[in-house]
């Protein structure tokens, strides 16, 4: 591999498997290499071990939701390298918390997606994020 090339890594966290495989397939075809996880208390393990640039974070799963996600991205030793876009069908107000906890956590948001998501709706966010590849989803 060569040294100059940077693997782009990304995590798809979603209890909705189908959802999640339709983002880590639009994400493969941006170059990213992607790994799905539908939601456990392992999650600070999980960051760790794949050390994403990108998460796209469900904040509504069965064991382990997205607020409890949010406290430990902000522990993560590499969360200045990474990308957090919230894709959720949480209530408004649910989403707009999440949001507002971002900033005093040190978590660099890319966006808030309600659910149903469109993959225009992801590619606009992703672009917004600062992912400007010239691949599109």
Not at 17 to 36: D, K, P, Q, S
Not at 46 to 74: N, T, Y
Request: glycine letters at 8%; proline letters at 4%; one cysteine or more.
């Amino acid at each position: 591999m060569n040294a100059d090339i940077q693997l782009r890594r990304a995590l798809v966290y979603d209890d909705d498997e189908a959802f999640a495989e339709e983002c880590a397939e639009a994400l493969a075809r941006r170059g990213y290499e992607v790994a799905t996880r539908n939601g456990n208390g392992r999650f600070a393990a999980l960051l760790a071990s794949v050390e994403p640039q990108l998460l796209l974070l469900d904040l509504h799963m069965p064991d382990f939701d997205g607020f409890e996600a949010l406290r430990v991205i902000r522990d993560y030793k590499g969360k200045d390298a990474l990308t957090v876009i919230i894709v959720s069908a949480a209530e408004p107000s649910l989403l707009s918390m999440a949001e507002t906890l971002a900033q005093p956590y040190g978590i660099r948001l890319g966006g808030v997606l309600g659910k149903p998501v469109t993959l225009a709706a992801l590619e606009k966010a992703l672009a917004s994020a600062g992912d400007d590849k010239s691949a599109q989803i």
